[in-house]
């Protein structure tokens, strides 16, 4: 039996994509650990099919913070048996690169953004050089690796010669029917689930809410615009239209994505990750069976375009935004049409489907599937 250690720098509560690739790894018969860090507050994991294990750090955030990550993954591997390492972004690779060089053992890099690119680090001079300067060492030097948009994986191909393939951050399928059509003046929910960070379109889409009536927008997640998502809220006098829902598990997001008339992803351009960015939330939306609304990006655009499944938005005024999605519900034959093609479209953009490729990839790697 092979054994996988998967590293991630979160406390795996919320990464489905962690959790898609375990379970596919599970089907070679593996034994599969996921590796993560223990947060407060944090939920216990359970009903995983997968061993995990989550550090408690001592550093909470900082440079400091990922060192001593990486430092404690380096050891925790040494110290047992393994065939594989999975990491999973730049800053759990360090770690992972020297423990499989150490012991001899296979690596498999698996990106889920273009982390140098990161918003955070956009205006941080010295702060993006480091983390440039570990890609750009250890990223030439992979054998295995994959991305989740083909952007991206063109970006890695042209500064370091690397082949990434492709696999999609998509979800399983899910069982759902269409939805009746929607009532006249009833509350439309509009839905956005992810990272609560700079250039998410939070703010935007918050300051638009003044300007729509007979809406509801609700926002899951967390992240570090909280607190200030909230300040914003009740200064613009829009806490009745704004509901704040904080993290939710994944396994608990379909029921609460299933309610929504309307998925948003409105990323700004404050560097190519987001204008590269093909976020699982989309998937999630078109999983539900809802129209979305995105950025005029490359990745979503062509997925938006090629199902015709919503519209696409460039960030303008609160008032635009606000017009823009009453014109959504207001023109109801493309509406539905528009739901109607989620349904299709899903049964392509589904985890069943994008699996095939990623089996691919640890087939090469040697691991063998049943």
């Known amino acids: 039996m092979k054994r996988i250690y998967i590293t991630a720098l979160n406390d ?8 898609k690739v375990a379970c596919t790894l599970l089907e070679s018969d593996s034994k599969v650990t996921v590796v993560g860090i223990q947060r407060k507050p944090s939920s216990p994991i359970e009903n995983r099919p997968y061993q995990t294990k989550r550090f408690r750090l001592f550093f909470k955030n900082g440079p400091a913070f990922y060192l001593e990550f990486n430092i404690r993954i380096l050891l925790y591997l040494l110290l047992r048996r393994f065939d594989y390492i999975v990491a999973n972004d730049l800053d759990t690779l360090l770690g992972s690169f020297y423990a499989s060089r150490l012991r001899l053992k296979t690596l498999i890099y698996d990106s889920h ?18 983390w440039k300067l570990l890609e750009s060492r250890i990223l030439p030097r992979l054998k295995y690796a994959y991305t989740v948009s083909e952007s991206i994986a063109k970006t890695y191909k042209k500064l370091y010669g690397i082949e990434m393939k492709v696999v999609r951050n998509v979800p399983f399928k899910v069982s759902t029917g269409l939805k009746d059509e929607f009532i006249k003046n009833g509350t439309k929910q509009i839905l956005y689930q992810g990272s609560l960070n700079i250039g998410r379109g939070l703010e935007h889409m918050i300051d638009a809410m003044e300007f729509l009536d007979n ?5 899951v ?4 615009i909280t607190e200030k998502l909230k300040e914003r809220i009740i200064k613009k006098g829009v806490a009745d239209k704004v509901e704040l829902m904080g993290r939710i598990p994944f396994d608990e997001l379909p029921s609460i994505t299933n309610k929504a008339d309307l998925g948003i992803a409105l990323e700004e351009n404050i560097g190519l990750n987001y204008y590269y960015a093909l976020p699982n939330k989309l998937f999630d939306y078109i999983q539900a069976g809802i129209p979305v609304l995105v950025s005029p990006f490359p990745e979503m655009q062509k997925i938006v375009n090629k199902y015709e499944i919503g519209t696409v938005y460039d960030h303008k005024t609160p008032e635009a935004l606000a017009e823009k999605i009453k014109e959504v519900f207001k023109l109801k034959n493309r509406y539905n049409k528009w739901k109607e093609n989620t349904f299709k479209a899903a049964e392509e953009l589904c985890w069943e489907n994008e699996k095939v490729i990623l089996k691919e990839i640890y087939k090469e790697a040697g691991l063998i599937f049943n």
């Open 12 to 19: 795996l509560i919320t990464d489905n994509r962690v959790h």
């Open 113 to 130: 953004e273009y982390f140098t690119e990161l918003p955070e680090l956009v205006n941080r001079e010295f702060p993006k050089k480091v």
């Open 215 to 219: 809406a509801k927008l609700h926002i």
């Open 221 to 224: 997640g967390d992240g570090d």
